[in-house]
């Protein structure tokens, strides 16, 4: 394969859980309540960091923030289920255990019942609790969810009336599979769940620890599978049951197989799956799998195969359990549990084969037949709640398309692909069909939008406007009830109530009442371009306490793009710091991902200089995952960053390309196809491979680096970025390295110390390298290359 010839100047140096809960406790019953040493590999030991005494966002702060979720909302609007969790509820996790399909990983939370009329709220449990699918009876009046504790999960049942509790016993040598779903009956009898027999989970966890802790492990090439790829698909190993609630009785409604999603028949009568018949590991696709749809009566009888296959298909059910529509290379059919046939809804007619012996003809590649083609190619967004119609998209547009007849009528128009106007998204449909919600916020600007959709008056309304961030929108079944998060100015949402036109809207719960007591920071929508001449956007987190006129160390927080304002732990503890804090956008070019970030994130940086924020002198950088492989990669093409920090990066590719085994094909995909961009296989461009592996070019680094890994992180394995500790102490570079021993990719989420050395540790980092001793004015500094 040829490689594209440039300059060299511009190749760059290319060139030259868990916590587990213990059993809970329902909650007394009563009137509804309103709640509202450390060594590492580096240095010696050091103690925790004291939460700060003023009003300055500390380390421990951060371990406080609480994240409020939407479980479910009952039919008639009136109850709300919503989880309250922080990050200190999330420590805990064991990380050796990444890839084990037995294992576990659910975050305690405060389970809350809110009335939605009175706000009044009344928790489930005295403490917080481990659950999963937390789900409102047809009728409102039971919830149903799993609790996870450490024996594994128990299928549980609150009335809301009486508080009492009630919890599943299914047949002996059966359980709940780690992996199930929970789905309540049209008329509320029974729950249906996915179910193992236990010696599935015995086997499982033998494969397991054969992979893992076995003194000899031997793989085999022949084998069809990838052995990480092959303990994945374990996960399907699973049966559907059904729990009778008045009786308790269990019963089968499809026996064990390579299980994926399920569906069943609103009327009880049916249940549909797609099985896995995946035949060898898939390079193509990350995790990918091939399914075929099978239909079976619940009542018994033999499995029908309705769609032989799914690959490179989207699958979409109506409520009734028994129509789906696919759409697949541009097409979209529908299709029924009853026949075998499917009848095209939209896309362009399949072209006629040529007769044996004549050759295709050659197809019009003009920008017209191009773009016509482009307007004959439909996917499927979604079905109407009352199966009449559904929603499909295009180049043009978004349609609502009669299933019945066919005809179809545009909504809503889109913009060119070109263009920067807003693009619709569908968020909600109402339960009775008319309305539809779409999200319409601005590609510009912090201006987003909510509207309305009236198909019996066919107009657009718009409900809510500005610069917060709305977020989960859900409407009740009978429309008179919408929930939603709402978040302003770099804060994590807050659930708020509204009704069906989202007037009178009310916050259910302050998640964190405490950060408007901690100087946090105000945010900006950064424009600026990139060295291409392009414009790109990001995030400004000003200094708590900015002072226009005053120069701040500045440091840039690197991954990919960058847009909307939302909480981020880092930036605003950096910010409460005293520093400016930049999340930069760049953009990308098949076959060169390493420029992307010298043409983006140093364009963003003479940006804030020029805005007289940012001191040209005091520049720092890091990112994770994704954004630490790019710092390092950055600080290989530029000595404008004074300090640097790689959390969890890779800084091999070549190494990395066939590692990181527990996540399959991951890593080959990414370099080849996905996020990496070169490309190429290895073997077609290995130059490329080269040019993009930060360690080969160690001897450019002028910047002080610190390396932070988590020693079981499987995800990029801190042996790949350990080599870069290495290469920079055998060129007598500053540089540290920071390894959890048990923490996994990113933050560790081990221990409290473990959390708090971790933030500590990047304070540090800039404090030594960036921090002035006093402040300097902003005749100081000036842009530069």
Do not use: C
């Not at 490689?3 to 007394?28: D, G, I, N, T």
């Not at 059910?317 to 696919?326: K, M, N, T, Y």
């Not at 191009?370 to 004959?376: G, I, L």
């Not at 809510?464 to 989960?472: Q, T």
């Amino acid at each position: 394969m040829l490689v594209r010839s440039r300059p060299l100047a511009a190749l760059f140096p290319f060139a030259a859980v868990s916590l587990l809960a213990a059993a809970p406790q329902p909650a007394a019953s009563g009137p509804p309540r309103t709640l509202g040493t450390i060594i590492d590999t580096v240095g010696a030991a050091r103690r925790p960091a004291r939460a700060s005494a003023d009003d300055s966002l500390g380390v421990h702060d951060l371990l406080d923030v609480s994240t409020s979720v939407v479980a479910d909302l009952s039919a008639d609007g009136r109850w709300l289920a919503l989880l309250l969790s922080s990050r200190r509820d999330a420590l805990g996790g064991d990380f050796r255990r990444d890839g084990d399909p037995t294992y576990l990983r659910a975050t305690p939370a405060q389970l809350l019942v809110v009335d939605t009329k009175s706000l009044a709220q009344r928790p489930v449990f005295r403490t917080r609790t481990a659950v999963r699918e937390v789900t409102w009876s047809p009728d409102g009046a039971r919830l149903a969810l799993f609790v996870v504790d450490s024996s594994g999960q128990r299928l549980t049942l609150w009335d809301r009336a009486s508080g009492k509790v009630t919890t599943a016993r299914l047949p002996a040598g059966q359980y709940i599979a780690e992996n199930s779903e929970l789905r309540w009956s049209k008329d509320g009898t029974s729950i249906a769940f996915a179910a193992r027999a236990v010696e599935w989970r015995a086997r499982a966890r033998r494969q397991f620890d054969s992979l893992t802790t076995a003194p000899v492990v031997v793989l085999d090439g022949a084998d069809a599978f990838l052995e990480w790829d092959a303990m994945n698909r374990l996960s399907a190993e699973r049966r559907i049951v059904s729990w009778n609630v008045a009786t308790g009785a269990v019963t089968t409604l499809r026996d064990e197989g390579r299980i994926g999603q399920w569906t069943l028949a609103a009327d009880g009568s049916a249940i549909t799956v797609q099985e896995d018949i995946t035949k060898k590991t898939d390079y193509d696709v990350i995790r990918g799998r091939e399914y075929r749809l099978v239909s079976q009566s619940v009542a018994g009888g033999e499995s029908r195969i309705i769609v032989p296959s799914l690959r490179s298909t989207q699958l979409l059910w109506a409520e009734d359990g028994r129509r789906f529509v696919l759409s697949r290379e541009g097409r979209v059919f529908l299709g029924t549990i009853a026949d075998t046939t499917r009848r095209q809804l939209l896309g362009a007619t399949a072209p006629a084969r040529p007769p044996a012996g004549d050759a295709a003809p050659d197809a019009d590649t003009s920008a017209a037949a191009r773009a016509q083609r482009a307007k004959e190619r439909f996917s499927a967004v979604r079905w109407s709640p009352t199966g009449d119609a559904i929603v499909a998209s295009n180049s043009e547009g978004l349609w609502l398309v009669d299933v019945q007849g066919g005809a179809k009528e545009m909504m809503v128009a889109l913009p060119e692909s070109t263009s920067m106007a807003p693009r619709p998204q569908l968020v909600e449909w109402s339960d009775d069909g008319r309305y539809l919600y779409f999200a319409e916020n601005s590609r510009t600007e912090w201006n987003r939008a909510v509207t309305r959709y009236d198909r019996q008056a066919k107009e657009k309304r718009e409900l809510l406007r500005g610069v917060k961030s709305v977020s989960g929108l859900r409407l009740s079944k009978d429309g008179t009830t919408a929930v939603f998060g709402l978040a302003e100015g770099s804060r994590p949402p807050d659930i708020h109530v509204a009704d069906a036109s989202l007037a009178g809207s009310r916050r259910v719960v302050e998640a964190n009442p405490q950060l408007a007591r901690k100087a946090t920071a105000g945010t900006e929508l950064l424009s600026y371009l990139d060295a291409d001449g392009r414009t790109r956007y990001g995030v400004l987190h000003y200094p708590a306490g900015y002072v226009k006129g005053t120069r701040y160390p500045t440091v840039f927080i690197v991954y990919e793009s960058f847009f909307d304002d939302t909480w981020d732990a880092v930036a605003n503890l950096l910010a409460s710091h005293g520093y400016a804090v930049v999340k930069p956008s760049v953009g990308f070019e098949i076959g060169y991902p390493g420029e992307a970030w010298v043409k983006g994130v140093t364009a963003a940086a003479n940006a804030v200089i020029q805005m007289g924020v940012a001191d040209s002198a005091r520049l720092g950088v890091h990112g994770t995952s994704y954004g630490g492989y790019a710092t390092n990669l950055l600080i290989t093409q530029t000595d404008r960053f004074k300090a640097a920090i790689n959390m969890s990066g890779k800084v091999d590719v070549i190494s990395f390309y066939t590692d990181s085994p527990r996540l399959g094909v991951r890593n080959i995909h990414a370099a080849e196809k996905s996020q990496d961009r070169i490309g190429a296989t290895l073997w077609q461009q290995p130059q490329k491979y080269v040019q993009h592996s930060a360690v080969m070019f160690a001897d450019r680094i002028k910047t002080p680096l610190l390396l932070m890994t988590g020693g079981e992180d499987h995800n990029v394995p801190a042996l790949n970025t350990r080599e870069m500790y290495y290469a920079l102490r055998r060129l007598g570079k500053t540089v540290v390295w920071a390894n959890y021993t048990y923490g996994g990719h990113g933050t560790p989420m081990t221990t409290v110390s473990d959390f708090v050395d971790y933030h500590q540790r990047i304070l540090d980092w800039y404090g030594k390298y960036l921090m002035p001793k006093k402040a300097t004015d902003v005749s100081d500094g000036a842009a530069r290359d």
